[in-house]
T-cell receptor, first 117, second 113 residues
Framework: GAVVSQHPSRVICKSGTSVKIECRSL??????MFWYRQFPKQSLMLMAT?????????EQGVEKDKFLINHASLTLSTLTVTSAHPEDSSFYIC?????????????FGPGTRLTVL | DAKTTQPTSMDCAEGRAANLPCNHS???????VYWYRQIHSQGPQYIIH???NNETNEMASLIITEDRKSSTLILPHATLRDTAVYYC??????????????FGKGTHLIIQP
């Protein structure tokens, strides 16, 4: 149990376009989902915390108008990178908090590799 | 959350126990020690966590010193598939999963055949 999926796994787009990444909890409901970004040879950096039915909370330095987060249901959160530029190329990973006795664990998706040309 | 210190990299022979240390000398009484790992180009995977008692599950064992200022993750019989970056994270676990994780640089464990 506690499987998180992401779609797409890889995307290549032109500069200036917008890209949407989906994060789904497949076999459980997640009250909170998180979005991370990882540049090559670096660690994961938390971008934002997403709660179902409310506005996301962004970490310092992350532009909320550029990285739009929608958490419309307990099993789906989306991250839209608007007007993407080459510096937005990165590995984007979502996670969801667990449930019951595992509520403080986070279950991660497989990641989405974004390349902006 | 308290800061952690881990070695940058470690090697271990296949089939042997891999012991990964983590220092967290500023840990608070209500902070847990969590371990995650990230295999190359994948999302992180939860391994184990503990407060002060030693813990064991099907993946690993976690040994926490009595003063809680350091801990060791033990993979009892390392395989090539255990090659990954291992992250030791200290965090409060009383907010119902509401907080994101702060990842340090982790330890790159390389299992040698």
């Amino acid at each position: 149990g506690a499987v998180v999926s992401q779609h797409p796994s890889r995307v290549i787009c032109k500069s200036g376009t917008s890209v949407k990444i989906e994060c789904r909890s497949l076999d459980f409901q997640a009250t909170t989902m998180f979005w991370y970004r990882q540049f090559p040879k670096q660690s994961l950096m938390l971008m934002a915390t997403s709660n179902e039915g409310s506005k996301a909370t962004y970490e310092q330095g992350v532009e909320k108008d550029k990285f739009l987060i929608n958490h419309a249901s307990l099993t789906l959160s989306t991250l839209t990178v608007t007007s993407a530029h080459p510096e937005d190329s990165s590995f984007y990973i979502c996670s969801a908090n667990g449930f019951g006795t595992r509520v403080n664990e986070q279950f991660f998706g497989p990641g989405t590799r974004l390349t902006v040309l | 959350d308290a800061k952690t210190t881990q070695p940058t990299s470690m090697d271990c022979a296949e089939g042997r126990a891999a012991n990964l240390p983590c220092n967290h000398s500023t840990i608070s009484g209500n902070e847990y020690v969590y371990w995650y790992r990230q295999i190359h180009s994948q999302g992180p995977q939860y391994i184990i966590h503990g407060l002060k008692n030693n813990e064991t599950n099907e993946m690993a064992s976690l040994i926490i010193t009595e003063d809680r200022k350091s801990s060791t993750l033990i993979l009892p019989h390392a395989t090539l598939r255990d090659t990954a970056v291992y992250y030791c994270i200290v965090r409060v676990a009383s907010r119902g999963g509401a907080d994101g994780l702060t990842f340090g640089k982790g330890t790159h464990l390389i299992i040698q055949p």
